[in-house]
């Protein structure tokens, strides 16, 4: 299974803010888009950084009352961990889990085309894993 497959079964689109944005702005595209991290891109194809619901939650401890105008770029991560389409899903959620992180860009020839979560990952995973016990359960049965 690749990250491709994943895409291409679920819509995994990249939500994103400018730089500029203020961590206000970022709160409203998380709560639009449903999601737990933003990209932070100036175009919409290259990657600034990455914000996430944790990272404001850990900015609320610096910046205190104050953080709802902070901007983004203060807060993002500016070395983000990016994947392809043609990764193996397996080991984007090994290289998720080993960094403690739950968002993962992908990128197509060097410009943003999505973002998977661990959550796509492992939904995907289960599939797999329910279809492989539903074909031996059919072939002990002889239901094949």
Known sequence: M???RIMQQRPCDATTVTPDASVADVLEALEQADVGAVVVSPDGAAIAGIVSERDIVRGLRVFGSNILGVNV???????????????????????????????????????????????????????????????LSSYISGSH
């Open 73 to 135: 770029r203060e807060l993002m991560t500016s070395d983000v961990v990016t994947c392809e389409l043609r990764d193996p899903a397996i080991g984007v959620m090994a290289k998720m889990d080993a960094m403690n992180i739950r968002h993962v860009p992908v990128v197509e020839n060097g410009k943003l085309a999505g973002m998977v979560s661990i959550k796509d990952i492992v939904s995907d995973r289960l599939r797999d894993v329910e279809d492989e016990v539903n074909s």
């Open 2 to 4: 690749t990250v491709q």
